[in-house]
């Protein structure tokens, strides 16, 4: 049910009906670490100016790909923000840091 969800949720954020959703929820691509595939995923969202932070819970796999690879701190990841499409960078922090 969740993946039906993720797919009706990046559907609608990618269409011109974003605006039902994107004030909160963003979607994020990120190539996964062992697979190198691009892998979209719809996430929660804070903006303070340039800066994004995205939450999830830990059981979901996603953010493991932004996590530490040999010769790369922060990750190459895209999003597509309240309809414009954006790169930069990404790490993920675990809630005690």
């Known amino acids: 049910m969740n993946n039906l969800w993720n797919r009706i949720v990046a559907w609608i954020l990618a269409s011109p009906l974003h605006s039902l959703f994107s004030g ?7 190539n996964g670490r062992k697979s190198s595939r691009a892998i979209t995923v719809p996430v929660n969202y ?3 100016g340039r800066r994004l932070a995205v939450t999830s819970r830990v059981e979901r ?3 493991r790909n932004l996590g530490p690879r ?3 701190l922060r990750i190459p990841v895209s999003v597509l923000l309240k309809g ?7 790490v993920a922090y675990s809630g005690d840091q």
């Open 84 to 90: 414009r499409r954006e790169t930069g960078t990404g």
């Open 61 to 63: 796999a996603w953010w």
């Open 24 to 30: 909160s929820v963003l979607l994020l691509t990120v």
């Open 70 to 72: 040999p010769g790369a």
């Open 46 to 48: 804070t903006q303070w």
